[in-house]
């Protein structure tokens, strides 16, 4: 599975941004997918999870209410919708993809990863 994040940017506190993650294959529909990021100076940190068909969700407590996940199998997408962002958000963020297709752990055993897309929130 190879991926491809998009929609990172410069904004201001309390705007919103959405992430986009594009996957190549005809079997990107049977991976769960997740999007990670990477904080200047930290270690990198799970952000939220997608089930393979969308039916489940997970999030980190740090953004939970603020972060939507979602995925189109039709378009080999992925997203995560950023609202009412803070400083505290900017990072470099990764999405990811299960290591295996219709994997069996949940939260996801995330083995691929996609080039990273850079946010800044400014204050």
């Known amino acids: 599975v190879q991926l491809q994040a998009s929609g990172g940017g410069l904004v201001q506190a309390g705007d919103y941004l959405r992430l986009f993650c594009a996957g190549s294959?005809?079997?990107?529909?049977?991976?769960?997918m997740g999007w990670f990021r990477q904080a200047p100076g930290k270690e990198r940190e799970f952000v939220a999870a997608?089930?393979?068909?969308?039916?489940?969700?997970y999030y980190a407590d740090s953004v939970k209410g603020q972060f939507i996940i979602s995925r189109d199998n039709a378009k080999n997408t992925v997203s995560l919708q950023m609202n009412s962002l803070k400083p505290e958000d900017t990072a470099v963020y990764y999405c990811?993809?299960?290591?295996?297709?219709?994997?069996?752990?949940?939260?996801?055993?995330?083995?691929?990863w996609g080039q990273g897309t850079q946010v800044t929130v400014s204050s």
């Open positions: 990811a993809a299960d290591k295996s297709p219709f994997g069996g752990s949940w939260p996801p055993d995330f083995g691929f």
């Open positions: 294959g005809r079997t990107f529909s049977r991976y769960a």
């Open positions: 997608i089930s393979w068909s969308g039916s489940t969700t």
